[in-house]
Antibody, heavy 119, light 107 residues
Framework: EVQLVESGGGLVQPGGSLRLSCAAS????????MSWVRQAPGKGLEWVAN????????YYVDSVKGRFTISRDNAKNSLHLQMNSLRAEDTSVYYC????????????WGQGTLVTVSS | DIQLTQSPSFLSASVGDRVTITCRAS??????LAWYQQKPGKAPKLLIY???ILQSGVPSRFSGSGSGTEFTLTISSLQPEDFATYYC?????????FGQGTRLDIK
């Protein structure tokens, strides 16, 4: 059974940093693209970033480029999102998601972790 | 960026009804469209991908169609567990984008 468990969310001040993690199990982690998707309170879904199975390629939404970094540790079956220079508009539930094959279809999701950026 | 516009944004229906949700893309996306269901406080769940392929385990009352710029999600006979918010998502090009969502409520 595929399981994705996020951690690392919390309250952070504007301009601060936070590192999210996602522990993956139930599939061969190093064979799949992985992703972060976020959802602001009461709002829709917004894709944030993707990373290739070997970590050699990354994609980001423009609003986080230069501030967020997606990474993975295939030896530990874990995905990460380093978030710097956080803004109030980054406040969201952040979901870790597995991508289907080599596509950008999100076939499994974690339960999410809430990041609140506020002073 | 490719914009996805869902209609309606809100839909009220009864158990047993047939409902259709539309997703229109601002430019052609071939058949690279997926549909997700999200219930309050839960993660989204993949229903349909590549416009019309049902994800494993999803009931057959869900179906999808379309290509290019216009797509539909149809639920043939609403069940109580189907009341949720539905999102379309395009994967034709980066950035990946979602529709704004369609909230399906019980009438």
């Amino acid at each position: 059974e595929v399981q994705l468990v996020e951690s690392g969310g919390g309250l952070v001040q504007p301009g601060g940093s936070l590192r999210l993690s996602c522990a993956a199990s139930g599939f061969t982690f190093n064979n799949y693209w992985m992703s972060w998707v976020r959802q602001a309170p009461g709002k829709g879904l917004e894709w944030v970033a993707n990373i290739k199975p070997d970590g050699s390629q990354e994609y980001y939404v423009d609003s986080v480029k230069g501030r967020f970094t997606i990474s993975r540790d295939n030896a530990k079956n874990s995905l990460h999102l380093q978030m710097n220079s956080l803004r109030a508009e980054d406040t969201s539930v952040y979901y870790c998601a597995k991508l289907q094959g080599t596509s950008t279809i999100f076939d499994y999701w974690g339960q999410g972790t809430l990041v609140t950026v506020s002073s | 960026d490719i914009q996805l516009t869902q209609s309606p944004s809100f839909l009220s229906a009864s158990v047993g009804d047939r409902v259709t949700i539309t997703c229109r893309a601002s430019q052609g996306i071939r058949n690279y469209l997926a549909w997700y269901q999200q219930k309050p406080g839960k993660a989204p769940k993949l229903l349909i991908y590549t416009a019309s392929i049902l994800q494993s385990g999803v009931p057959s009352r869900f179906s999808g169609s379309g290509s290019g710029t216009e797509f539909t999600l149809t639920i043939s006979s609403l069940q109580p567990e189907d009341f949720a918010t539905y999102y379309c998502q395009q994967r034709n090009s980066y950035p990946i984008t979602f529709g704004q969502g369609t909230r399906l409520d019980i009438k």
